[in-house]
Nanobody, 124 residues
Framework: EVQLQASGGGLVQTGGSLRLSCVASGFTFADYGVGWFRQAPGKEREGVSCIASRSDRRTVYVDSVKGRFTISIDNAKNTAYLQLNMLNPEDTAIYYC????????????????WGQGTQVTVSS
């Protein structure tokens, strides 16, 4: 059974940091890569960052998080991470991890496996 379990969200002040984790079972991030998405209240879901699958391994960030967020995978733990630094209120959203999709310079598309979200709230 495919499962993705995201955690690590919370309430932080502007300029603070969080590390989101996503534990996978039933498949490996090494094979399928990982994508992180977020959805703010009243807004559409957007792709934030991704690492492509084994044969590619490209890393992509949406412009608004470049230089602040870092995506990584620990293959031994089959866990993906999204380090969030220099957070601001515009980063407030529910963050989701996903796998088995297209990670390209044009964005994140067609992800098949999804975890539940973890709430990130940044106070001003």
């Amino acid at each position: 059974e495919v499962q993705l379990q995201a955690s690590g969200g919370g309430l932080v002040q502007t300029g603070g940091s969080l590390r989101l984790s996503c534990v996978a079972s039933g498949f490996t991030f090494a094979d399928y890569g990982v994508g992180w998405f977020r959805q703010a209240p009243g807004k559409e879901r957007e792709g934030v960052s991704c690492i492509a699958s084994r044969s590619d391994r490209r890393t992509v960030y949406v412009d608004s998080v470049k230089g602040r967020f870092t995506i990584s995978i620990d293959n031994a733990k089959n866990t993906a991470y999204l380090q969030l630094n220099m957070l601001n209120p515009e980063d407030t959203a529910i963050y989701y991890c996903a796998a088995r999709g297209l990670c390209s310079k044009y964005g994140l598309m067609d992800y098949e496996y999804w975890g539940q979200g973890t709430q990130v709230t940044v106070s001003s």
